[in-house]
């Protein structure tokens, strides 16, 4: 699938109203967190005009009702981007009475502010007016599909690119596919070192291109990775980080800040327009870190949009912001004509519509749980009603309740967003918590089951029906069946059945021996020592023989 920009595309142009209502009516929902991210995001953004006063007024309301220190400075501090009426010192006056804590207050602004260096503007006024081709968006088996295909080429595309230089002759390579510029972005980081050399001279031969539409939800996915990775690292020295600490605190010296401004830089390859809509699907779901890696991506995209030339790094520094006041943020007298085309052709892509448009697409439908279950104790059964794409975030969820011994069954369903389905787990064997409703209202909709076998359980496979109808007629939609295997344990791994087998064979030996030993004692009285010794000589070998047979039993043990 292609999303291209509608009527105008220019680079330079101004985001349509109807992708900024889409942030703006996240606002509503979201958790104080993503909130912050939503305003820092909008201001990087070229509004138009009416976007720009429901943003003035979002940021108002969220300063008078914040009570937190650190949210209000950076508040105030995304109000500095505004490039209409937003008076600082009035705001802070406003909010805070004591004068000690309004300059306290304003150090603070200030020391968020100065982390951008707005001293390097680097944009293309050529670049800015060229048409912007958009997006592919690949569903996962497409991905998979693709990927498939091209793992052969990787190794040798970034051998290439790794030993070419920018002074020789372009090395002989293609690199307009998308599928492929990601798993070169996937090869770079791998054992955990970013092979920055590669990706920089990767991003040069991308720069030569003007038509190169990059594989959205490939690249996103990398990017959320490196937010992921970042949260792992900085976490363990300053804990758990919030607000705008991914925006603001990456490192211009550090490998991951560098990945995801290079990834960002390749998706601001293919506009604006349209972006905010293809990413909506992470927007507004219900997983927080996505949400702001989402939010994040259209922040760096939108920086690097006007930057024709690559982003290097290994001595080079975070993209500058673009200031919306700047007169090049908006070129209103180079697209003047075209934006006014626009703005009467443009399609309005609202919050509403875009919910509809996911409202046609089917959910898939995961069940994961242990490979073994054991009687005597519960085990979790985790259902997943999600979109394909989100299959790896299914995995992951399941190793976390699960662990990372288990099995998992998918399948297809007919189920749409905003359903609201009554889900059943059901076997004889095997009894299951309480049957859960739940409105299919996000791209990833967690259940979560607990089943316990039955004491007249017999260990061996089972068979487990998971029922989904509608919650108010009862009517089934959908029921699969998947296998489980029942064993029991004695303790820890070890089965009672193999057990309760090693012990008779133990209790069978014994009393073998102590027969044999009578017996010999017995001979010893009656016949004497010659005669024992004879017999304690048959008796080892029928015990021999004996034992043999014991050991080549076969124990069959669920």
């Not at 009035?90 to 804590?101: D, G, N, Q």
């Not at 982003?311 to 090049?328: C, T, V």
Request: hydrophobic share 40%.
């Amino acid at each position: 699938m292609i999303i291209e920009p509608k009527k105008l595309s220019a680079r330079g142009a101004r985001v349509d109203i109807g992708e900024v209502n889409i942030l703006l009516n996240l606002v509503k929902e979201s958790s104080p967190n993503v909130r912050l991210n939503i305003l820092d995001t909008l201001t990087h953004l070229p509004l138009p005009e009416q976007g720009w006063d429901k943003v003035i007024e979002l940021l108002s309301q969220e300063l008078g009702d914040t009570t937190s220190y650190e949210d209000k400075a950076q508040l105030l501090e995304i109000g500095i981007w505004i490039p209409y009426e937003f008076n600082l010192e009035s705001e802070v006056v406003r909010i805070e009475k004591k004068p000690i804590v309004q300059k306290r207050l304003l150090d603070e602004v200030k020391r968020i502010h100065n982390r951008y260096n707005n001293d390097y503007i680097d944009y293309d006024h050529n670049w800015a007016v060229s048409q912007a081709p958009g997006f592919v968006l690949f569903s996962e088996s497409e991905l998979k599909t693709q990927k498939s295909l091209l793992l052969p080429e990787i190794s040798k595309t970034a051998s290439k690119l790794l030993n070419w230089w920018s002074n020789e002759r372009s090395p002989d390579i293609a690199i307009d596919n998308p599928v492929l510029i990601t798993l070169l972005f996937e090869f770079a980081a791998k054992d955990n070192y970013y092979e920055v050399l590669m990706i920089n001279n990767l991003l040069k031969q991308l720069a030569r291109l003007e038509n190169f539409r990059p594989d959205l939800n490939g690249l996103f996915e990398e990017y959320h990775q490196c937010v992921t990775d970042w949260i792992r690292e900085t976490s363990s020295y300053y804990g758990k980080q919030s607000a705008r600490w991914f925006q603001l605190y990456r490192d211009d010296e550090h490998s991951i800040s560098w990945r995801s401004w290079q990834i960002a830089w390749t998706i601001s390859r293919g506009g604006l327009r349209g972006l905010i809509s293809a990413l909506a699907i992470y927007l507004t779901g219900k997983d927080e870190t996505r949400q702001i890696a989402a939010l994040a991506l259209i922040s760096d995209s939108a920086d690097y949009a006007l930057q024709k030339r690559a982003a290097e790094f290994g001595g080079g520094i975070r993209p500058p912001r673009l200031d919306p006041n700047l007169a090049h943020r908006f070129w209103l007298s180079d697209v003047k004509v075209n934006e006014q085309t626009a703005d009467n052709l443009q399609v309005n892509i609202d919050l509403k519509q875009l919910l509809t448009d996911i409202g046609k697409r089917y959910f898939k439908i995961s069940i994961g749980h242990p490979k073994l279950i054991s009687k005597r104790y519960e085990a979790p059964f985790v259902v997943q009603l999600y979109f394909e794409e989100l299959a790896d975030d299914v995995k992951k969820k399941i190793e976390e309740i699960v662990g990372e011994n288990f099995a998992e069954s998918i399948y297809n369903t007919e189920l749409k967003f905003g359903q609201v389905v009554k889900i059943k787990l059901f076997s004889p064997d095997i009894t299951f918590s309480e049957p859960i409703v739940k409105k299919l209202d996000s791209s990833l909709n967690t259940m979560i089951f607990l089943g316990k076998p039955l004491d007249t359980c017999q260990p061996c496979i089972h068979k487990i029906v998971i029922s989904i109808t509608d919650n108010k007629t009862g009517i089934e939609y959908q029921a699969e069946t998947i296998s489980v295997k029942v064993v029991d344990f004695a303790f820890d791994h070890v089965s009672r059945p193999l057990l309760s087998k090693v012990s008779t064979v133990i209790l069978g030996a014994s009393s073998f021996v102590m027969f044999i030993l009578t017996l010999l004692a017995q001979i010893d009285k009656t016949l004497g020592y010659t005669s024992g010794t004879a017999a304690f000589v048959l008796g080892t070998v029928v015990f021999a023989n004996f034992y043999k047979f014991y050991q080549r039993i076969h124990i069959n043990t669920p």
